[in-house]
């Protein structure tokens, strides 16, 4: 691909994506192939928010054709389009935000493929089914529930948006937590380290040497000093850790007239001592997923995350001595070029060596399983070891056991219902209109002259719900009446924000990147609200 100034036509396409997710979540994104059932406003905002970014295929399946309706309210549909094929059309007018994405359509409703080729939907990374009906959804949650192919389902009902993601098991190795701490182990520096640490001497240095030392040097210098003055652990409270700053403080060189000199390392130093002393140790949903069954009990068929996940687990037993792998990063800092790559060099030389003996730990468990130790590719390995305090896991309930009777999350709905205009009303007046949808073959208040009959009807849908479920709890009646003013209605607002948001659980899914939710999202465009729910 052309280069220019340095960077490719893709680097310079994609450059602020790439920051957030790196090549190598790019390239999961361009091999992707996702399905997204029916061309509806929510369906194509959803596309056009992972046709930019550049997912490598998609496929539409829709067998409906457009008419004025769609047209009103899809972007992505045109007047000349209405009679025709809505996935057809869609598809082309999609295509053109990005050529480097391939786009596909099938001209078929989904419950006829479910009919006719129910392992159709088997062959996508993930699926996204926009405004199905609750009869076709359960059938299509149940097939790909047994295939292990994730399902993220978006539905707008007036102003209301929702979405639910069903996931049998989602490993995330880069979940990129908020407000993460350096990896400095300070508090317990390992041999290298002190090593280097101990090649200072802060009392007989040039001024311009003292006042280029990495501040990481200051800080654990001056720990040691705390250590022998006071004999007492690593400052922990506020009174303790004022007491270290002052005794950086001190060290800060003075003129002829006794004057602190203008220090910025030391500064930088007094200003890290909150983050820098923090107590190595091992995250309490890291210990939770080394006592996984998963990552206990492997076989042939365990995925490398959970083969990495035990190797990481018995490093800390051993080489670790009760500590994850070294991450090898340091934050940036005021020092001189030698001393900062030097004292950089240390942590990622140790990282290294942590991963190696990680790797060494993986080879030995896949040969006990029956499986080849170069299947473990050393950028898997690195990745692992470098993110091993942030590992998540994250697993849905099935859609069968949120509707089963005895399955369901009773607690979390009832929990939740403490507040009478909690988001937890919409999921139950969205069941309650599916239900509508079940005895009447349509949704409540589609045409203006249904609107006072229909609240009666969905009144008695809800209340149905409610006492078949066991759920002792009120819904205001202007939800009903609100309900039914909807009409069913997909507005291009919320389907725009839900298809914002919707991409964004995609790409994580497909480049194993950042959180997903679990398992419900509810958005109020009434409040402007929005809630998650483990339903």
Known sequence: MAQQGGLSLKEQKYD???RLWGDHGQEALEAAHVCVINATATGTEILKNLVLPGIGSFTIVDGNQVTGEDVGNNFFLQRSNIGQ????????LLQELNNDVSGNFVEESPDKLLDNDPSFFCRFNLVVATQLPESILVRLAEILWN??????????????GYMRIIIKEHPVVESHPDNALEDLRLDNPFPELREHI???DLDHMEKKDHSHTPWIVIVAKYLAKW??????????????????RELIRQGILKNENGIPEDEENFEEAIKNVNTALNVTKIPSCIEDLFNDDRCINLTQQTPSFWILARAV???????GQGNLPVRGTIPDMIADSGKFIKLQNVYREKAKKDAAAVGNHAAKLLQSVGKAPESISQKELKLLCSNSAFLRVVRCRSLSEEYGLNTFNKDEIISSMDNPDSEIVLYLMLRAVDRFYKQHGRYPGVYNYQVEDDIGKLKSCLSGFLQEYGLSVTVKDDYVHEFCRYGAAEPNTIAAFLGGAAAQEVVKVITGQFVIFNNTYIYSG??????????
């Open 147 to 160: 295939s292990n192919i994730p399902l993220l389902v978006c539905r707008t009902y007036g102003l209301v």
């Open 227 to 244: 250590y022998s003055e006071k004999s007492e652990p690593i400052p922990r409270n506020y009174k303790e850790k004022e007491a270290f």
């Open 313 to 319: 687990k018995e490093f800390v037993a051993k080489e």
């Open 16 to 18: 602020r994506q790439l």
């Open 526 to 535: 009434m409040s402007q609200t929005s809630a998650t729910f483990q339903l």
């Open 85 to 92: 094929n809505r996935a057809q059309s869609a598809t082309e």
């Open 198 to 200: 101990q090649s200072y």
